[in-house]
T-cell receptor
Framework: KNEVEQSPQNLTAQEGEFITINCSYSVGISALHWLQQHPGGGIVSLFMLSSGKKKHGRLIATINIQEKHSSLHITASHPRDSAVYIC???????????FGTGTRLTIIP | NAGVTQTPKFRILKIGQSMTLQCAQDMNHNYMYWYRQDPGMGLKLIYY???????DKGEVPNGYNVSRSTTEDFPLRLELAAPSQTSVYFCATATDNTEAFFGQGTRLTVV
């Protein structure tokens, strides 16, 4: 069973700060997902990664397959970025998606 | 293209009642998942399916059943509802090459 850990669990920052959220996993994977869950509860996908780096607007996701680690960065953070950010991994040869417990991000104006 | 549609959005059940949570997708994704999210906690996998006719247990399958007779539909059945099944339930779909898509969730309370 893949163990997925996220850090920090909670993060409060001032508007404009650079944010980093980390995800580590214990067993090799075929893909890693970053998701966002807003206070209303809906979950949206931000990225799917199997190697390297992806960028979408102010969001950047990186993955290091050898170190079994991924990071989600937010540049020029804004209060509307306040949400829970969740990492999920898909194991090789196994279609399960295993989720981390999430990082609650609060951006203060 | 509706994506992933979950019904109902809210439901209150009495202990011992049964119900089916519906999940339908129109993206032809082969993988479908049911998760539950307890307050302040992460998502836990109940059941998943890699294609029509194939289902498998996740971390917390007890008290639930699923079926996948078509690619589009993946209903979750609760038999003999218990207060411990009070939770928010999410259905999700994915393929090997796409991001995961989630339904809006079903908030279930068992009293």
């Amino acid at each position: 069973k893949n163990e997925v850990e996220q850090s920090p669990q909670n993060l409060t920052a001032q508007e404009g700060e650079f944010i980093t959220i980390n995800c580590s996993y214990s067993v090799g994977i075929s893909a890693l997902h970053w998701l966002q869950q807003h206070p209303g509860g809906g979950i949206v996908s931000l990225f799917m990664l199997s190697s390297g780096k992806k960028k979408h607007g102010r969001l950047i996701a990186t993955i290091n397959i050898q170190e079994k680690h991924s990071s989600l960065h937010i540049t020029a953070s804004h209060p509307r970025d306040s949400a829970v950010y969740i990492c999920a991994v898909k194991d090789f040869g196994n279609e399960k998606l295993t989720f981390g417990t999430g990082t609650r991000l609060t951006i203060i104006p | 293209n509706a994506g992933v549609t979950q019904t109902p959005k809210f439901r209150i059940l009495k202990i011992g009642q049964s119900m089916t949570l519906q999940c339908a997708q129109d993206m032809n994704h082969n993988y479908m998942y049911w998760y539950r999210q307890d307050p302040g906690m992460g998502l836990k996998l109940i059941y998943y399916s890699v294609g029509a006719g194939i289902t498998d247990k996740g971390e917390v399958p007890n008290g639930y059943n699923v079926s996948r007779s078509t690619t589009e539909d993946f209903p979750l059945r609760l038999e003999l509802a218990a207060p411990s099944q009070t939770s928010v339930y999410f259905c999700a779909t994915a393929t090997d090459n796409t991001e995961a898509f989630f339904g809006q969730g079903t908030r279930l309370t068992v009293v």
